[in-house]
């Protein structure tokens, strides 16, 4: 069993990998150039994906590789309770992310949403808001992107419907893109 799922999952991050590296690079550019006119990363999610978003927000905020490098301005929308819990209980789950992009993002902003789904309402309902306020959108999904495409400048769609495969390739590209943003800031010490 875990040479199959070795196998599986070399196969489907290399597909992914391979048919998205440029816009890997595109996502990487446009953070860097919001990040240096004043904008922020809002990343978000539910469940394992919620967890992508807090460690995403923590390699920009505190490190990726280089401890020289000045903290990047990035939240995860996954990690204040009392925000969490009062949106759900005062509207509802769908609003818990769309609530606060309402209140934080601005056109300077790159808004990440990760869903191995492609489907979460509560996250599509948060990046289509994101792209009315003319954030750039980046969605990070399974194969089923159909919904997710239609609110995202760029959508990344690892080729697989199992979600452990879908979660481990969201790792390998969170951890690119935010080694590109470090390698760029790092380069200006």
Same mark, same amino acid.
Not at 31 to 42: P, V
Not at 100 to 121: E, F, H, R, W, Y
Not at 130 to 159: H, P, Q
């Given at each position: 069993?875990?040479?199959?799922?070795?196998?599986?999952?070399?196969?489907?991050?290399?597909?992914?990998?391979?048919?998205?590296?440029?816009?890997?690079?595109?996502?990487?550019?446009?953070?860097?150039?919001?990040?240096?006119?004043?904008?922020?990363?809002?990343?978000?999610?539910?469940?394992?994906?919620?967890?992508?978003?807090?460690?995403?927000?923590?390699?920009?905020?505190?490190?990726?590789?280089?401890?020289?490098?000045?903290?990047?301005?990035?939240?995860?929308?996954?990690?204040?309770?009392?925000?969490?819990?009062?949106?759900?209980?005062?509207?509802?789950?769908?609003?818990?992310?769309?609530?606060?992009?309402?209140?934080?993002?601005?056109?300077?902003?790159?808004?990440?949403?990760?869903?191995?789904?492609?489907?979460?309402?509560?996250?599509?309902?948060?990046?289509?808001?994101?792209?009315?306020?003319? #954030?750039?959108?980046?969605?990070?999904?399974?194969?089923?992107?159909?919904?997710?495409?239609?609110? #995202?400048?760029?959508?990344?769609?690892?080729?697989?419907?199992?979600?452990?495969?879908?979660?481990?390739?969201?790792?390998?590209?969170?951890?690119?893109?935010?080694?590109?943003?470090?390698?760029?800031?790092?380069?200006?010490?």
């Amino acid at each position: 069993m875990i040479t199959k799922n070795l196998e599986a999952h070399i196969q489907t991050l290399e597909q992914t990998i391979n048919a998205n590296k440029s816009n890997m690079e595109l996502i990487a550019n446009t953070c860097i150039k919001r990040l240096e006119i004043g904008g922020k990363i809002i990343i978000l999610g539910n469940g394992g994906s919620a967890a992508d978003a807090q460690h995403m927000a923590a390699e920009l905020v505190g490190n990726f590789s280089n401890k020289k490098r000045q903290p990047l301005a990035a939240i995860a929308l996954t990690t204040d309770t009392s925000v969490l819990t009062s949106i759900c209980n005062d509207y509802s789950f769908e609003d818990v992310f769309s609530r606060q992009i309402n209140a934080l993002a601005s056109p300077k902003d790159v808004v990440i949403g990760i869903t191995t789904s492609g489907k979460s309402a509560n996250v599509l309902k948060a990046l289509k808001l994101a792209k009315e306020k003319k #954030c750039f959108v980046v969605g990070l999904s399974g194969k089923s992107v159909d919904e997710i495409s239609s609110v #995202c400048d760029i959508n990344i769609a690892v080729s697989s419907f199992q979600t452990s495969r879908i979660q481990e390739v969201h790792l390998f590209i969170e951890h690119s893109i935010c080694e590109l943003i470090d390698n760029h800031f790092v380069s200006k010490l």
